[in-house]
């Protein structure tokens, strides 16, 4: 497939995709049982995952999609992460964040350490995909769809240059 200059080589069917998400619905609605917890939606990326995701939760629940945009700082730590969208009051609620990728692990890691400041009961990551390779701010990922190789990746919600995500399974760039 071809996405703008660049060639992409089938990675994940949907078939794939569709089997491992119900997977990681199943753990979710065991380890919330008697819970009300609270989904996370990180857009643009994990918009496709979230909705097929959240169709197989079965335990009581709400879903609320944000987007994070990062900024320099005013401090010395540099770039600063910033929720929009976020009007829940997160305090003593079971939160799970769905995410579509965690790559170097730095916008996760700095969210959550956001989100601590609203006092919730718990904090946990779904991700579909993570790349072990490139992680370089270490993340507890309770919920992972799949270890991936440190190549790019495309469809299923994830973009190159915002296009390419109208697609039902991922690809992997040809290089
Ligand atoms: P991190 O802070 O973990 O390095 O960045 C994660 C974000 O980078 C993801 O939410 C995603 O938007 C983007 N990203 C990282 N790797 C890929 C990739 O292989 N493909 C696409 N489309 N986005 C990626
Ligand atoms: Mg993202």
Redesign the pocket.
Same mark, same amino acid.
């Given at each position: 497939m071809n996405v703008l200059d660049k060639t992409f080589r089938p990675f994940l069917s949907a078939e794939v995709l569709n089997e491992r998400i119900k997977e990681l619905a199943t753990q979710i609605n065991k380890d919330y049982i008697g819970k009300n917890p609270i989904f996370i939606g990180?857009l643009n990326?994990s918009f496709m995952f979230a909705s097929d995701l959240y169709k197989n939760i079965t335990v009581p629940s709400t879903i609320s999609f944000i987007k994070l945009v990062s900024y320099k700082g005013t401090t010395s730590t540099g770039t600063v992460i910033t929720a929009i969208g976020l009007e829940e009051d997160l305090s003593d609620k079971d939160v799970i964040l769905i995410? #579509?990728?965690?790559?170097?692990?730095?916008?996760?890691k700095e969210f959550v350490a956001t989100l601590h400041k609203q006092s919730p009961a718990s904090i946990q990551i779904c991700t579909l995909l993570h790349?072990p390779e490139?992680l370089q701010h270490p993340l507890d990922l309770k919920y992972v769809g799949f270890e991936i190789p440190n190549?790019?990746?495309?469809g299923y919600g994830? #973009?190159?240059d915002g296009f390419g995500r109208n697609s039902q399974e991922i690809f992997q760039l040809d290089e």
């Open positions: 990180i990326g995410e #579509d990728i965690v790559d170097t692990g730095k916008t996760m790349k490139a190549k790019f990746v495309v994830l #973009d190159y």
